[in-house]
């Protein structure tokens, strides 16, 4: 039976799989021992893909949806009715709307057409799982180094202390650093004798391994993160080295950060002064050191001003751009110099005026801007690879929002809580079918790389790959318009007109079906910034102005009383997107709440009770599991479930409770339009009132 080579498209790790096929049917999938950047790994997900590609609740054509029901009808047909209807929509004044799912950026093929769907749209800000999730990291980039796609990566294979804010690698494999095998690579080095501490309001799994733990109150960040600055500062470690000529605003940036007091910003993130100056005097001494933010220090109120302290600490202690420290990538495709710098203000939102930040929109605001009448009001909208009912904060208000809608076409292969909702249903063929490279993965490695997967085999007659659908979409919404759009973009001659121009082509990457290592990280500045003067900008007057505003505000409020509510992800999940394979969906119930004893036995909540959660956007119930890996004040429910909506179409999936039932619309980091998932404030009791699902208030 032919054994193939591929990449995991799942998730950033990219792990390298062999594939053993009989026929169009997945007989087993294996770890790639060979594949240089995995070393053989695979998590449960990779071996999903068998369920993806079989999966029977996958549509195999275009559905309309009429009143309740579904029907079949043929590409030629969905098409043109699709352009009829958004042509008219368009006449009568009604404005479009694009929203990009996550898995987009999984497949390079897809993001090349997103553009010509853009143009025939009439768009020009777009929404995307970006600004739930990272848009803080690239407005920090952007500010400071002149690109959003600038990120630096921690060099885990030589630094000698690895710290995590908010981040559990163990569960996601690596989120905005592409890191397979990342288990085996912490303990790697430990027994190289470094260390890794994790700052997390749980006890994570990488908590677990990890040689020190911290709690943190959610959302506060930054007060450990200005802390840890001024405690760096006092002891006279400020150190950044080679970086010094480099930095522009940096006493700028000082003066911002010495009108706070260590003890009051402490006590606003739940630390000891004394652990502060002790991990302070850590990180200052001079050993090489990365220090790495994600999804909880992103999805936070003040996630840009996090990232920003993130990327000032690892200046302040000579970590940007050394070896064992944080390093920016050299990919065979040089994503960042071949796209703009990125942008923040240079268009506004109708309805609350939220500037657009690298060409897109809050996706929170999404709803707003379907359901608040007026010129400009979206009536038509094209959801890519996304299930934004439960992706997005306060899901009910958008579900609402999506059911007015005149047009709604999903992209989708399944009946989700989102597609449910369309007019249309475009599904994609299986996985196996398309062509992988990890375009936008591979500039966020922890090691240069390039792999390129062929598909396969073809798609089965009548079925379409995710670019071919997009591209055919966006033909058909012209041509209905009138509008003449270029024929699209042929992949693979694009992806090898971008690989030569970085010195390689698709040849030579293919000749190497394992994978090809481009080696470790080099250091890159002052040669690599964007900026006019090839300078670090220290002091951007936006995040400057957040932080003595708006940061300086909530310091004075803190502590905060009360409970507040933050996600979690699962090994075997991946956002709202693979709850229907098998092998993933087995075994204990997942969406459980973590309750602290404290709290409780506050409520009179014993483990295994069903809970009611509420909040300003809505209420839930889930089975408590009470635990002190969960700190006091903080509770946790994961995200991604919530397909017990009516008309979700997944036999396999769990239905669980959506998190994103209770998160609020209203809270988020202004600079970067981001969501702030994590901290909404909750209340709990014993539930029993509701059934074990979501009802929005
Ligand atoms: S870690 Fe990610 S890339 Fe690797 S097998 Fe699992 S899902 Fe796939």
Redesign the pocket.
Known sequence: MPVHTR??H??????G?LIETEGRRVVRIT?DADDPI?RG??????NAIADLEADPDRLTSPMKRVGNDWVALDWDTALAEIGAKFAAIRAAGGAAALYVGNPTAHDFALGMQTGALKKALGVRGVYSASTVDQMPHQLAQYYLYGHNALFPIPDIERTRHLVILGGNPLAS?GSVWTI?DVKRRITEMQARGGKLTVIDPRRSETAGIADAHHFIRPGSDPALLIALLLALDEAGLVQPGRLAPMLEGWDDAWAALRQFRIADLARACGWDVPAIHALAAELGNGQPTAIYGRIGVSTAPFGTLAHWLINLLNIATGNLDREGGVMFSSPAVDVAGSSGPGSRGRFFSRVSGHPEVMGEFPAVSLAEEIATPGEGQVKALVVIAGNPVLSVPDGGALEAALDGLELLVSVDPMITASSRLAHYILPPCPPLAKDHYPLLLAPIAFRNFAKFSPALWEPLDGQKRDWEVVAELAQALAAAQGINLPPPVQPREQLDRMLQKGGHSLAEVMAHPNGLDLGPHVPRLPDRLFTPGKTIRCAPEAVIADLTGRFADWLARQPEPGLVLIGRRHIRS?NSWLGNAPRLAKGPDKCIVLINPADAAAQGIGDGDLVQISSAAGTVAAPARVTDEIMAGVISLPHGFGHGRPGVRLSVAKPGVSHNDLTLRTRIDVLSGTAALVGTPVTIGPAFAVAASGTNG
């Open positions: 990449t995991c799942i998730c950033e790790a990219n792990c799989l770890g995995s790994h695979i998590c449960p997900k990779g494999n397979p991946n």
